[in-house]
Structures are given as structure tokens and as C-alpha cells.
């Protein structure tokens, strides 16, 4: 059965710190993962996508780590401000698959605080 | 470009009674879906629609029905609404074949069946 599991559930941190959240997924044959990020009382948006050759991509602060051998993706955020607070979900895209191959993780509920 | 628009934001309904809720997208997407978002669950994929009069069901499909007349629309019906169905309903669209499909949320309705 495919699944994205996300680590840890729930995380509080000071503003300027960095972070790393954790995605370990089972689904197969992989074709891509993306890292979404939700406001609460919005609609997830899009952060960065990882295909199966990209070790590394960042955007802004947020840099995704991919081990396509290990099946782990890692979201570190640095030098945290209070508009990361947020949920962050992890999203695996299986190869060849229609519109319903999405697996999606259940988040990482981030918190940054003064 | 307003990107996915949802209505209503909030709903209560009765058990039974039914109701319509409003997805629309002006980025010409052939892609439509809509997802349903459970407290600690990832999206569950309810219905989508790879263009206008094509519809297909997801995981959750029970309880609901959609229709695509239009590129732009795409409703979903809940036609007797169950305690079950109290959840946060999303509506998402992406091109056809586009950076590993990167979907484009709308805000959410949050729905409460009591």
C-alpha cells in the first residue's frame, strides 16, 4: 500500500531558528515529491518539487533533500520567521500514474514563536 | 488571475439535507479535483476530472456527486449529508501534463453536518 508518513506531528520553534521536517514514503515506482506548505484557513501551496535525479533544490529559505534509494525527503527551513507557521505536507506522485496517483502526507504543524 | 475560487466558505447542514458546493478556476486547467481534509488525515481524493464532461471517482467517492460542464466549473453534490461527510473540502486544478502536475488549491469550504 502506498503511504507518505511525515515526522514529527507537530513542532514549536523560536523565531530565527532553523528546522527539518521529515517524509518517508513508500509509494511506487516513484515519479516526483513536492512539499506543500498550508496556512491555516487556507489551501495548501506549492513549495518546491523533487524528481527522482535531484538530490537538492531550494527556494528562499526552504531547501528539500530527496534519498530516492532510502525513499526520504527532508524540508529544512532556515532562519525561521513567524509567517512559516503553518502545516507542511509532503506529497508523492506515483510513475505513470492518472490524476488519482497522489499519496499525500498527514503534516508537520509548525509553530514559530517569538 | 483569482487562481481556484470556493463557495460557500462555511456551511452547516442538517443531516440530510443536501447541497452544492461551487469550484471555479480561471487559469484554464484541464485538470479538476476535489479533496476532502479530515483533522490529522492527509487529502483524500473524493472525485476529479481530466476536462470538461470527463469525471472520475477517487478513493472517498461515497456520498457525492460531481459534474464538469465547463472547464472553468467543477461542482460537487452531497445529496444526503451524513455526520461522516462534517470535513474541509478542497478544490484544486492542474495542467494536463505540467511539472509533475503541481495542483493549485482553492481556500476550502468548511463543512459541519449535524
Known amino acids: 500500500k502506498n503511504q507518505v508518513e511525515q515526522s514529527p506531528q507537530s513542532l514549536i520553534i523560536l523565531e530565527g531558528k532553523n528546522c527539518t521536517l521529515q517524509?518517508?514514503?513508500?509509494?511506487?515506482?516513484?515519479?516526483?515529491l513536492r512539499w506543500y506548505k498550508q496556512d491555516t484557513g487556507r489551501g495548501p501551496v506549492s513549495l518546491t518539487i523533487m524528481t527522482f535525479s535531484e538530490n537538492t533544490k531550494s527556494n528562499g529559505r526552504y531547501t528539500a533533500t530527496l534519498d530516492a534509494d532510502t525513499k526520504q525527503s527532508s524540508l529544512h527551513i532556515t532562519a525561521s520567521q513567524l509567517s512559516d507557521s503553518a502545516s507542511y505536507i509532503c506529497?508523492?506522485?506515483?510513475?505513470?500514474?492518472?490524476?488519482?496517483?497522489?499519496?499525500f502526507g498527514t503534516g508537520t504543524r509548525l509553530q514559530v514563536t517569538l | 488571475n483569482a487562481g481556484v475560487t470556493q463557495t460557500p466558505k462555511f456551511r452547516i447542514l442538517k443531516i440530510g439535507q443536501s447541497m452544492t458546493l461551487q469550484c471555479t478556476q480561471d487559469m484554464n486547467h484541464n485538470y479538476m479535483y476535489w479533496y476532502r481534509q479530515d483533522p490529522g488525515m492527509g487529502l483524500k481524493l473524493i472525485y476529479y476530472?481530466?476536462?470538461?464532461?470527463?469525471?472520475d471517482k477517487g478513493e472517498v467517492p461515497n456520498g457525492y456527486n460531481v459534474s464538469r460542464s465547463t472547464t472553468e466549473d467543477f461542482p460537487l453534490r452531497l445529496e444526503l449529508a451524513a455526520p461522516s461527510q462534517t470535513s474541509v473540502y478542497f478544490c484544486?486544478?492542474?495542467?494536463?501534463?505540467?511539472?509533475?502536475?503541481?495542483?493549485?488549491f482553492g481556500p476550502g469550504t468548511r463543512l459541519t453536518v449535524t
Open positions: 484544486a486544478s492542474s495542467y494536463s501534463r505540467d511539472r509533475g502536475r503541481e495542483q493549485y
Open positions: 506529497v508523492v506522485s506515483q510513475e505513470g500514474g492518472t490524476a488519482s496517483k497522489l499519496t
Open positions: 517524509c518517508n514514503y513508500t509509494v511506487s515506482p516513484f515519479s516526483n
Open positions: 476530472s481530466v476536462g470538461a464532461g470527463i469525471t
